[in-house]
């Protein structure tokens, strides 16, 4: 029996997990990938402490870190979170079952899908939901990138060293850009940029040649290309959460109180899935989430002790 399971192993998994050790918790870490989706950044240079860095390098850092500090990580996927007599049982996708007294739900984000003909159809033979991953394959090759806010911008600027030439698409009116990243992408000198109304079709046969959208007003247009990279943001994964009737919002983010903890007595939850730090989707929220989480969970115990 684990005095605390975080499902999840990401900034705030993590981060919950170094504040678990320092508390002398028992406990388990428990995810499908490993440093969450920020693996995925080609550079951070907003996490303090540290000018610059690629995601993987940072996540390394923070797994390195909680097994020093004592910590047990294991990669596998949460299927389903039963309550028990004693608290909750955790079974994995590979028939494995783990007993806890609490749970921290650090479950991240997953990409947000378009929905529009031909994007599942080339997943994987051209569509890309991460630029850090799969440029190196569009090497000499024509992308766009379709999206408004940085993850898209830090992918097209990520882009320009493999691709031979790359567009950035956003809908019209959902352009957010930093201007430092903005300013970077203008000094490549390599990114066209326009906006649209719809993004209509991606095209190909057995894999993608294009794309075709329109434009606010009605014209129509359509390029020719061999990579597609979709940066429209994330979704909560909060699936095996709400199994266990764990309440969200109407954007389907975990409710949390201001010590991280949710309506099921010994649940918390923290990082990007939360209604936390304002909803600021941040390396440095996600962590301060996971402090807080397990510092929480901390007190419960040892109250409960007394």
């Not at 699936?239 to 903890?261: F, M």
Request: hydrophobic share 40%.
């Amino acid at each position: 029996m684990y005095d605390l399971i975080i499902i999840g192993a990401g900034p705030a998994g993590l981060g919950a997990s170094i504040y678990a050790s320092r508390y002398k918790l028992k406990h388990l870490v428990i995810g499908a990938e490993i440093g969450g989706q920020v693996t995925e950044a080609w550079e951070i240079e907003n996490y303090a402490g540290i000018e610059s860095i690629s995601g993987k390098d940072l996540m390394e850092k923070f797994q390195t870190q909680s097994k020093d500090l004592g910590g047990m990580i294991i990669e596998a996927s949460v299927s389903k979170v039963n309550k028990i007599e004693t608290g909750f049982e955790v079974l994995t996708e590979d028939g494995k079952k783990y007993e806890t007294i609490s749970i921290i739900f650090a479950l991240g984000m997953k990409p947000r899908k378009m929905n529009i003909p031909g994007e599942d159809k080339f997943l994987g033979k051209g569509i890309s939901y991460c630029a850090t991953c799969d440029a190196m394959f569009f090497r000499g090759k024509d992308v766009a990138v379709i999206g408004g806010g940085d993850a898209a911008v830090t992918a097209a600027i990520h882009l320009t060293e493999f691709a031979n030439s790359v567009q950035l698409l956003y809908k019209e009116g959902t352009k957010i850009f930093e201007p430092a990243w903005e300013d970077q992408l203008a000094r490549t000198g390599k990114v066209a940029i326009d906006s649209f109304e719809k993004i209509e079709e991606i095209l190909g046969e057995d894999i993608v040649e294009g794309l075709t959208y329109e434009k606010v007003g009605g014209e129509k247009k359509e390029i020719q290309l061999q990579g597609v990279f979709i940066e429209i943001g994330s979704v909560p994964g909060v699936v095996v959460a709400k199994e266990l009737g764990v309440q969200t919002d109407e954007q389907g983010y975990i409710i949390v109180a201001q010590d991280q903890s949710t309506a099921i007595e010994n649940v918390y939850a923290a990082g990007d899935v939360t209604t936390g730090s304002n909803k600021f989707r941040q390396i440095i929220t996600a962590v301060a989430e996971g402090a807080v989480a397990a510092g929480s969970v901390y007190k419960k115990l040892k109250l409960a002790k007394k």
